[in-house]
């Protein structure tokens, strides 16, 4: 696993905390990337699942920067954020073989009412709108990873592209479609809106 540059996503420079906030998190990110993508390793046993936790963590500490940014970016606090990440990753997996297990021996669920396939024929438009709405490159990466579940090597492979190029497309594509799909990643607010969707 190599690091991606992903300096090239960074906003344009902003004078004062704000800057050195980028530079202090582009710093952690290139320091710690890699390290942390293997120790996650250790802990789940797949590369992917490791590849995407610590990514979904890096993700959180860019879009939560601020006047903490020394202390969260430091390397013990990376690595127990990571092994937490890594931890709750392992019990959500052991949760879902479980319920998995139960579900088999359950009768068939009841049927959803018309409102719930309305929502949700509504959320799926949405996000077929957004992924549509992505620069040409950066859909193609995200849809041969996230609808053909293919590893970032692969996806490399295949459109003869680096690693890093990968990476830093399925960065920005997860960036956009959370900003145009927020609306729709509210919280549930009603009984009829119980589903929870799982869209990037």
């Known amino acids: 696993m190599s690091a ?18 980028a530079a202090a998190w582009e710093s952690a990110f290139e ?13 789940v046993g797949s590369a992917e699942a490791a590849e995407d936790i610590v990514h979904d963590l890096f993700l959180q500490l860019w879009h939560t920067r601020g006047v903490r940014d020394q202390d969260r970016l430091s390397r013990p606090y990376l690595y127990a954020a990571a092994r937490n990440r890594a931890l709750k990753y392992l019990r959500h997996r052991r949760v879902v073989a479980a319920w998995t297990e139960r579900a088999s021996h359950e009768e068939p669920p009841v049927a959803d009412s018309p ?3 309305c929502l949700r024929r509504e959320l799926g438009d949405a996000v077929e709108r957004a992924i549509a709405a992505l620069p040409g490159r950066c859909r193609e990466i995200f849809v041969l990873r996230r609808r053909d579940q293919l590893g970032y090597r692969e996806i490399a492979m ?3 592209v680096s690693l890093g190029t990968v990476k830093s497309q399925m960065w920005r594509a997860t960036v956009r479609l959370k900003e145009r799909l927020a609306p729709h990643l509210a919280p549930p607010v009603t009984p009829t809106s119980r589903h929870r969707y799982r869209l990037l």
């Open 158 to 160: 295949r459109l003869g």
């Open 115 to 117: 409102e719930d396939e």
């Open 4 to 21: 991606p540059p992903f300096r090239h996503l960074l906003s344009a420079p902003a004078p004062g905390s704000a800057r050195a906030g």
């Open 31 to 43: 320091a710690c990337y890699v390290d942390l993508c293997e120790y996650v390793l250790r802990l």
